[in-house]
């Protein structure tokens, strides 16, 4: 079961939280910025992060699923700016010494309990 070898839908290699992690820590050691990023710092900078991705969507009324409309400099605009958005929040959870994966998953599972599936919210009803 090989998770490290799975394939995206788009065809890439499988990002885990893991690699990101990693990479982030070794980043921020190798700028000697890790007294700067404390939990409170984190937050502020994921904050601000979420403004700039609000920005994007600003004024632009309703977007469709896909963005069927918006040019690829859009696009990579978006991407870049829930990248950063992505990469705060994961650093905020290792500054704090949490398992954001295992969290996510827990906290699904929490979300499946308190939101049963009923037959007005299954796929094959709403389709
Ligand atoms: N102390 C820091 C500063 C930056 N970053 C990383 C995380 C984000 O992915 C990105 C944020 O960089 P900027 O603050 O330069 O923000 P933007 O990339 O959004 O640039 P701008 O605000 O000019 O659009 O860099 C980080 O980990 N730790």
Same mark, same amino acid.
């Given at each position: 079961?090989?998770?490290?070898?799975?394939?995206?839908?788009?065809?890439? +290699? /499988?990002?885990?939280?893991?690699?990101?992690? /990693?990479?982030?820590? @070794?980043?921020?050691?190798?700028?000697?910025? @890790?007294?700067?990023?404390?939990?409170?710092?984190?937050?502020?900078?994921?904050?601000? @992060?979420?403004?700039?991705?609000?920005?994007?969507?600003?004024?632009?009324?309703?977007?469709?699923r896909g963005?069927?409309?918006?040019?690829? /400099?859009? +696009?990579?605009?978006? @991407?870049?700016?829930?990248?950063?958005?992505?990469?705060?929040?994961?650093?905020?959870?290792?500054?704090?010494?949490? /398992?954001?994966?295992?969290?996510?998953?827990? +906290?699904?599972?929490?979300?499946?309990? +308190?939101?049963?599936?009923?037959?007005?919210?299954?796929?094959?009803?709403?389709?």
């Open positions: 079961m090989g998770s490290s070898h799975e394939l995206t839908r788009n065809g890439h +290699k /499988d990002v885990s939280l893991q690699e990101l992690s /990693d990479r982030l820590a @070794e980043f921020a050691q190798l700028r000697g910025w @890790e007294e700067y990023h404390s939990p409170r710092n984190l937050l502020l900078a994921l904050v601000g @992060e979420v403004g700039e991705l609000s920005e994007i969507f600003q004024w632009k009324g309703e977007v469709a963005l069927p409309n918006w040019t690829s /400099d859009e +696009k990579e605009h978006l @991407e870049e700016e829930l990248s950063d958005v992505l990469l705060y929040l994961i650093q905020l959870a290792d500054v704090c010494g949490l /398992d954001l994966g295992q969290a996510a998953l827990t +906290k699904i599972v929490k979300n499946a309990r +308190k939101y049963p599936v009923t037959n007005k919210t299954t796929a094959s009803t709403t389709n």
